[in-house]
């Protein structure tokens, strides 16, 4: 993970802030602090990506000249077709670069063909920035946002690198004004750097330890008991949790640090007592980003029952296959779409009498199955693991194994489990009552646990070669 390794801690972001504040506001302004932040998004994009810059500088100029035609326009007609010619580009890049070989292959396989793969390199976080860059289009035709007069400012806004790669997806009417004015303080700065802090010790103290248990569990497949198997993929649904989180909270801390107010892109969605409560939990900004952009523009709920279903299915489909071209994301946004539309017609009125326990097992039995179809690329390793977890595949149901790894990783489940609870809030909420009495010792307490986490999190990460990010393949 880029935010997590030690050439971005120690070398490109603190280059990147001393530049940053250097330029003072009473004379370039803003404009100067914009021109920094372009110029070092493009640096960072062209360190993982030499040459996908230029594709991502020419969808970002598409969708700028497109929108600008769209608002010059008084024709409802032409402002509806370039709005398509956008849209045209924009999915049909991300359409060649990430479902090429996918279509091929299903040619392949259908046809009894044997068309060759291109092999295309995935360009890093295209996903994110292409409907980062479609919702600006989308929303300038609606007319919910202004136009952006200057590309310059609108490729900062797509581009700029905390939430470049791997979102969460920022719309333009969330920072449009912030790109033009903004609060760049102390105040603001030290609140930025504690959410970063507390990210970089999420991924690198809980995601990746919590990964490594999983990552040992997948890779035997042949020799897990049931209960090993279980185990495996509570850890996969805590890492997943924790890498991605961690990401959000990072890349929000270090908005605030540049005066930038990103919206929340978790809210503790392991706490849901439905799936549907999970999905308003979870990628909170994929989530309304389809709602708004495909779910509402269906019609939404405000249709018949059957095309209600079918928009629902339609979204979920999607949904999977955003993720990533395989079958098992496909599989897996239909499975949520159908859990959904079950929880909507049929459950919701035996799931409300239900006591708030079982309500919330209910919750996590079924996330754990969908983890479980979103783990492996590999469907038959999907159905593989489902018959190791139901049936034991002619294993034990239990064996020492399982009790070796839940004896070593008994106190990280604990945290990680604690951790995925509103704890910290509850816990901040009744400190802030001393803090009004102990404002000094308050900061310098606070400033300490800090300053020991971040040693902590930097010696696992100078010490350890696992560091993975799960959201970076999408």
Known sequence: MVFSSIPFLFFFFPIFLLCYYLIPQNCWGIKG??????????????????IYIFL?????????WWSKKISQTKTVKKTRRYLLFSLFIDLGLLAFFKYSDFLIQLINSTFSTSLPLLNLPLPIGISFYTFQSMSYTIDVYRKNVPVEKNYFTYLTYVCMFPQLIAGPIVRYETVHQELSTRKINLENFTIGLFRFFQGLFKKVLLANNIGLLWTTISMNLESLSSLTAWLGLIAFALQIYFDFSAYSDMVIGMGRMLGFTFLE??????????????????????????????????????????????NIMIVWFLTGFWHGAAWNFILWGLYFGILLLLEKYVLKKYIDHLPNMIKHLYTIFLLLIGWMIFAFDDITKVFTYGKILFCGLGNHFVDSTFF????????????????SMPI????????????????????????????????????????????PFLYFRF
Not at 43 to 50: D, K, Q, R, T, V
Not at 56 to 64: A, E, L
Not at 290 to 298: R, T
Not at 404 to 419: A, C, P, Q, R, S
């Open 424 to 467: 910290y809030p509850k816990v901040q909420s009744l400190i802030k009552r001393w803090q009004w009495e102990n404002h000094f010792l308050y900061s310098l307490f606070v400033f300490l646990i800090y300053v020991i986490l971040l040693l902590i999190s930097i010696s696992y990460l100078v010490s350890s070669s696992y560091n």
């Open 33 to 50: 602090k914009n021109i920094i932040l372009l110029i070092f998004s493009l640096l960072f994009y062209a360190w993982g990506e030499p």
């Open 265 to 310: 892109n978790f809210n503790y969605p392991y706490i849901s007592k439905s799936i549907t409560e999970f999905w308003r939990r979870w990628h909170i900004s994929l989530s309304s980003w389809f709602k708004d952009y495909v779910y509402i523009p269906l019609g939404g709920s405000r249709v018949n029952k059957a095309r209600q279903i079918r």
């Open 56 to 64: 991502m500088i020419f969808t970002t100029f598409s969708d700028y």
């Open 404 to 419: 070796f790894y839940l004896k070593n990783y008994f106190f990280l489940f604990l945290m990680t489990i604690l951790f």
